[in-house]
């Protein structure tokens, strides 16, 4: 693991994380039991960098390599993954580390519930994040009339189409994410950035582009 010291760039890349919203619950849930241990909660990103810590500050040294070793046999881990709803993949993990003599055998267990009522809490934000932009650009969709077109999320998932099912669920966004997107046999398509996602319109049919253009409320329908 890698510690984040801080400073101010250090605190905007926290605020800026996924994991951020979440790290309230995580205090709420495992930090009684770390402070009642002397444990220390951490938060790491992805690649094992530490973002946040809590707890016992005091962390255990010892001189020498033979002191270390013997330091460390008497620490305890107790770990989970979190990972991103909208897509799966893993954005971090939460541990409690402590002395093996205060650890309890439920710890494990309760960490990984954690784990798991912090994917909800950022689950549940992903859809309200999801409801606001579908009231907030569904229209620029409409607007589109006899252009294909659709609203991503910021990871390429599918809210709204039109004409509805022209798409897959899930878009592969390129690198960067405002270049333009080639759609196999569906064709070219170009990224306008929008509040929370994308709008992306059909720039040039392909081959296999078959299209029929939908009402409003069959544009809505998507995501739901």
Same mark, same amino acid.
């Given at each position: 693991?890698?510690?984040?010291?801080?400073?101010?760039?250090?605190?905007?890349?926290?605020?800026?994380?996924?994991?951020?919203?979440?790290?309230?619950?995580?205090?709420?849930?495992?930090?009684?039991?770390?402070?009642?241990?002397?444990?220390?909660?951490?938060?790491?990103?992805?690649?094992?960098?530490?973002?946040?810590?809590?707890?016992?500050?005091?962390?255990?040294? !010892?001189?020498?390599?033979?002191?270390?070793?013997?330091?460390?046999?008497?620490?305890? =881990?107790?770990?989970?993954?979190?990972?991103?709803?909208?897509?799966?993949?893993?954005?971090?993990?939460?541990?409690?580390?402590?002395?093996?003599?205060?650890?309890?055998?439920?710890?494990?267990?309760?960490?990984?519930?954690? !784990?798991?009522?912090?994917?909800? @809490?950022?689950?549940?934000?992903?859809?309200?994040?999801?409801?606001?932009?579908?009231?907030?650009?569904?229209?620029?969709?409409?607007?589109?009339?006899?252009?294909?077109?659709?609203?991503?999320?910021?990871?390429?998932?599918?809210?709204?189409? @039109?004409?509805?099912?022209?798409?897959?669920?899930?878009?592969?966004?390129?690198?960067?994410?405002? !270049?333009?997107? =080639?759609?196999?046999?569906?064709?070219?398509?170009?990224?306008?950035?929008?509040?929370?996602?994308?709008?992306?319109?059909?720039?040039?049919?392909?081959?296999?582009?078959?299209?029929?253009?939908?009402?409003?409320?069959?544009?809505?329908?998507?995501?739901?």
């Amino acid at each position: 693991m890698a510690l984040m010291t801080s400073n101010s760039v250090e605190t905007d890349l926290r605020g800026a994380h996924p994991l951020a919203p979440a790290v309230p619950l995580l205090r709420d849930t495992l930090l009684g039991i770390a402070d009642e241990a002397t444990h220390t909660m951490i938060v790491t990103d992805e690649n094992g960098r530490i973002l946040w810590r809590d707890g016992e500050r005091e962390v255990p040294h !010892a001189d020498g390599r033979t002191g270390l070793v013997g330091t460390l046999h008497a620490w305890t =881990c107790a770990a989970a993954p979190i990972h991103e709803p909208e897509d799966g993949r893993l954005i971090g993990v939460v541990d409690v580390t402590g002395m093996g003599a205060t650890f309890h055998p439920t710890t494990l267990m309760l960490t990984a519930a954690a !784990a798991r009522l912090a994917e909800n @809490q950022l689950a549940t934000l992903a859809a309200a994040r999801d409801e606001r932009m579908r009231a907030r650009h569904l229209a620029r969709l409409v607007q589109l009339r006899d252009e294909p077109g659709a609203l991503l999320t910021p990871a390429g998932r599918v809210l709204a189409a @039109q004409p509805l099912g022209w798409l897959p669920d899930r878009i592969d966004l390129p690198e960067p994410s405002g !270049a333009a997107l =080639c759609l196999g046999l569906l064709g070219e398509a170009v990224l306008e950035p929008l509040t929370e996602g994308w709008l992306l319109r059909l720039r040039r049919p392909g081959s296999g582009a078959r299209l029929t253009t939908l009402s409003r409320t069959d544009a809505t329908h998507r995501g739901h």
